[in-house]
């Protein structure tokens, strides 16, 4: 089983919906928890840590719940911009300087 | 401006020629990873260091090696030994949990490496 699992997508939806993307992590002990987001051909970049109480970012909400071992991403009211892919990434049971990245969610935002 | 920088950004590579992926961080963060992508995968983990000096093996350690003489700084060689080495290089920084930072990592715009 993999550390973190994802649904690879691709997710296709037009602009204004709302879409969400689940994450299952198999490390119970782990503490850090966020979602990435990649461009085409591009570095990763933070979009949101995730905490216990769940939290907002304007259009996006992410949520962690500890006893199913899984974290949520909605998005709504999506733009052409959202398109990407979105990677799931866990605190590793080694050490907490380690993450583990889960292989990504493609988004396709369509007009 | 503060940020991580990776050169070169395109990398064409003989058969059985080491090269050496340069990554530099003026962020003053203490750790320090690299990570190696393939079409369609996760982030796979190849070395990190927690601080100058010192450098631990990742998952896929076989054929790189690494060193940590400056804080600013973490280059990468990819070596003969390597299999395999066309691939999306990554490397980031961060901050520790244990030295006051949240674990979140940064990371560089990346080297395309090809071996012709």
């Known amino acids: 089983r993999k550390e973190v699992e994802q649904d690879p997508g691709p997710f296709n939806v037009p602009e204004g919906a709302t879409v969400a993307f689940n994450c299952t992590y198999s490390?119970?002990?782990?503490?850090?928890f966020f979602w990435y987001r990649q461009d085409c051909r591009k570095e990763p970049k933070l979009l949101m840590s995730?905490?216990?109480s769940g939290n907002e970012d304007g259009r996006f909400t992410a949520q962690l719940n500890r006893a199913s071992q899984y974290i949520s991403l909605l998005i709504r009211d999506s733009k052409l911009s959202d398109s990407a892919t979105y990677l799931c990434?866990?605190?590793?049971?080694?050490?907490?300087?380690?993450?583990?990245f889960g292989s990504g969610t493609r988004l396709l935002v369509r007009p | 401006d503060g940020g991580i920088t990776q050169s070169p950004k395109y990398l064409f590579r003989k058969e059985g020629q080491n090269v050496t992926l340069s990554c530099e961080q003026n962020?003053?963060?203490?750790?320090m990873y690299w990570y190696r992508q393939d079409p369609g995968q996760g982030l796979r983990l190849i070395y990190y260091?927690?601080?100058?000096?010192?450098?631990q093996k990742g998952d896929i350690a076989e054929g790189y090696s690494v060193s940590r003489e400056k804080k600013e700084s973490f280059p990468l060689t990819v070596t003969s030994a390597q299999k395999n080495p066309t691939a999306f290089y990554l490397c980031?920084?961060?901050?520790?949990?244990?030295?006051?930072?949240?674990?979140?990592?940064?990371f560089g715009p990346g080297t395309r490496l090809t071996v012709l």
């Open positions: 962020l003053n963060h203490d750790a």
């Open positions: 990434v866990v605190s590793s049971m080694d050490s907490s300087y380690k993450l583990i």
């Open positions: 260091s927690q601080i100058v000096n010192d450098f």
């Open positions: 490390n119970s002990a782990s503490q850090s």
């Open positions: 980031a920084s961060s901050i520790p949990v244990n030295s006051g930072g949240t674990d979140t990592q940064y």
């Open positions: 995730v905490y216990s």
